[in-house]
Nanobody, 115 residues
Framework: QVQLAESGGGLVQPGGSLRLSCAASQTISSLRFMGWHRRAPGKARELVASINIDGITEFNDSARGRFTISRGDAKNPVALQMNSLKPEDTAVYYC?????????WGQGTQVTVSS
């Protein structure tokens, strides 16, 4: 069973940057669709950014222009570069990978944007 583990979260001041990484416990043979969700306190989980096998990216309105998503390899499939962070970006961020027949999710990493 593949497990995903996020890293790179932490406390950052408004306007700062963080880079989130996603590592897989085993090689994932098929990376069809990947991305990041987040869940802010008291809110529903939302899709932040995604990238498909063709490299096509999508962002929610909040992330567009500030975040960049990139594909990696079979052990580190996806990363999220977050710039110009705002307090409203505070949330637990989860990476996911869809192989074409199964979804894998990480346990999440906390991002806190505060002065």
């Amino acid at each position: 069973q593949v497990q995903l583990a996020e890293s790179g979260g932490g406390l950052v001041q408004p306007g700062g940057s963080l880079r989130l990484s996603c590592a897989a416990s085993q090689t994932i043979s098929s990376l069809r669709f990947m991305g990041w969700h987040r869940r802010a306190p008291g809110k529903a989980r939302e899709l932040v950014a995604s990238i498909n096998i063709d490299g096509i990216t999508e962002f929610n309105d909040s992330a567009r222009g500030r975040f960049t998503i990139s594909r990696g390899d079979a052990k580190n499939p996806v990363a999220l570069q977050m710039n110009s962070l705002k307090p409203e970006d505070t949330a637990v961020y989860y990476c996911f990978v869809f192989t074409g027949y199964k979804y894998y999710w990480g346990q999440g990493t906390q991002v806190t944007v505060s002065s």
